[in-house]
């Protein structure tokens, strides 16, 4: 997915970040083993607080009717689901003691295909 | 604390408290029989429901490995599902190369034959070189197709054995009345892991594994002394070997994350409150801090239903020592980014604990192959895994066929 040129008004401040926001649960999940554990720290703190407002701004849409530019919010805050993983049980991006990822096939469901189908 | 430690095996005297041999879950030669005794006459979960196929002409293509067949299941312009087998019967070629989408009809890539959405023959090319064909017997070959409560099933006997409804016994009450119809696809996985189907299954039959196994990915609800290995209150087995386990979680104080997702919808590790209403199709009510009920359809699918949601997984059998995992997750369909947000929160935290079960059950399978032992030790909390191997020997007997398998 291409990324907008920016971020809404009251989310400017985490433009820095827009690299992490991927459109499926896959490439997050890819994004995330690829990262290092600072990076993952770095992004979780930053997110941490922003979550509820992000859900909160987004509500004025139907999933399948959010603006393209505003989508990269909301695969941000889907990412911060990720980095929540690592930083609150793992400490690490990985799963430690668990099946290698390449052993993994990940599908859409109907959330990610509605936002990805629409606008 | 329970004052009797023990309470299940007095229910089931006849499977026995021993130790169980560990010959059907490395053995070859045992696995053949379960193909011919087991795997070629169940109903088997296609892990599809009904409005997946929502219009005529839209199809879904599983292959069955363990059966060497593969099954297209395709709602025809009469509005009717069916399964057919996805091979032409001109010369036996694989007629369906996709996955699934919509068609108006199926044409062969070998000799150019057409079938419609209901799988009858509609147009041979050239046809006035055959000799007597006999068109209306040429259709699709079919496969037995049934639904229960809206998840597809096949089933590849000539003549089933028995209805899905009988093999749903007590989940004909049990578990029938759980609301699935309110809930749609929010993330679908499907994991390949080198282990026996039952070595691979059987991590997933207790929540004796929990306290080590999931030790970082469930930690926050580990911590209750009075209940550290969270000894399940309902283990009911079936006598056709269905079973289903309830599992509870004690409460536990939130991480910052999941308190975010829990304020936007059910989580997978917090929703059976007590002030919620009764869940329906569910063991809720008589458990304390229920969390999910795992219910299993003999031989290896399950339909997981939890507080706001469902699971539905399988361990598809490929060899005897390789398994694929599916599972298919359900929540309510989001309606706004919050839930969409929430629910994402469930899906990483099942993925990523799922992971955790199958590096266990590979590392397993390679110690039961080595023959280092000879039977496992399987507590009353693990009497699932003991009533599984007590039915695979009921239908494919307790010798080795292969015999030097070591």
């Known amino acids: 997915m291409t990324m907008s040129s920016g971020l809404p008004e009251n989310f400017k401040h985490l433009e820095p970040y827009q690299g992490w926001a991927h459109s499926t649960e896959d490439g997050r999940m890819r994004q995330r083993l690829e990262a290092t554990m600072d990076e993952i720290t770095d992004y979780y703190r930053a997110l941490l607080p922003e979550v509820n407002n992000i859900a909160n701004h987004l509500q004025q849409w139907p999933l399948d009717a959010i603006p393209a530019a505003q989508k990269p919010l909301l695969f941000m805050a889907l990412m911060f689901m990720e980095t929540a993983m690592c930083v609150e049980f793992f400490h690490e991006p990985d799963v430690p003691e668990a099946l290698g990822a390449e052993h993994i096939e990940i599908y859409a469901g109907r959330a990610e295909q509605l936002v990805n189908q629409s606008g | ?406």
């Open chain 2, 1 to 406: 604390m329970n004052s009797n430690a023990r309470p299940f095996a007095a229910l089931h005297p006849d499977i026995g408290t021993g130790p169980v041999s560990t010959m059907p879950a490395v053995d070859p030669a045992f696995f053949e029989k379960e193909r011919e005794h087991i795997f070629r006459k169940m109903w088997i979960n296609m892990i599809l429901r009904e409005e997946d196929l929502p219009n005529a002409g839209d199809y879904f293509v599983r292959d069955i490995e363990v059966l060497d067949v593969s099954v297209i299941v395709v709602r025809g312009d009469d509005g009717k599902l069916r399964a057919v087998h996805n091979v032409c019967p001109h010369r036996g070629n694989r007629l369906v190369r996709e996955d699934g989408g919509n068609r108006k009809g199926f044409q062969c890539d070998f000799h150019g034959w057409v079938f419609d959405n209901q799988g009858e023959l509609v147009f041979v090319t050239d046809e006035q070189r055959f000799h007597d064909l006999d068109k209306p017997n040429l259709g699709l070959a079919k496969v037995h197709l049934d639904t229960w409560r809206g998840f597809v099933y096949v089933n590849l006997e000539e003549t089933p054995s028995q209805t899905l409804e009988a093999s749903m016994a007590d989940f004909n009450q049990d578990l029938k009345p759980f609301p699935f119809e309110n809930m749609v696809l929010a993330g679908r996985y499907r994991y390949e892991a080198k282990a026996n189907w039952k070595t691979t299954m059987n991590a997933f039959q207790e929540s004796y594994h929990a306290a080590f196994v999931h030790k970082r990915s469930v930690q926050q609800c580990l911590e209750d002394d009075a209940d550290p290995y969270l000894a399940s209150h309902r283990i009911k087995l079936q006598p056709n070997g269905n079973q289903s386990i309830s599992v509870h979680l004690p409460p536990h104080e939130l991480t910052p994350t999941e308190m975010i997702a829990y304020g936007m919808g059910a989580t997978f590790t917090q929703g059976g409150d007590a002030d919620q209403a009764a869940i329906p199709g569910t063991a809720q009510e008589g458990i304390e801090n229920w969390a999910f009920d795992l219910n299993i359809m003999f031989p290896f699918s399950r339909i997981n239903v939890g507080a706001g949601w469902y699971y539905v997984d399988a361990f598809w059998p490929i060899t005897h020592d390789r398994t694929v995992y599916e599972l298919a997750f359900y929540f309510p369909i989001p309606t706004s980014a919050g839930a969409m947000i929430s629910q994402e929160y469930s899906k990483i935290v099942l993925r990523d604990l799922s992971r955790e079960d199958l590096f266990t059950n590979e590392v397993t399978h390679n110690a039961l192959r080595s023959g280092a032992i000879k039977s496992i030790q399987l507590s009353d909390q693990e009497i699932a895994v003991r009533h599984q191997y007590e039915k695979v020997t009921e239908f494919c007997g307790t010798e080795s066929a292969g015999d030097d398998h070591e």
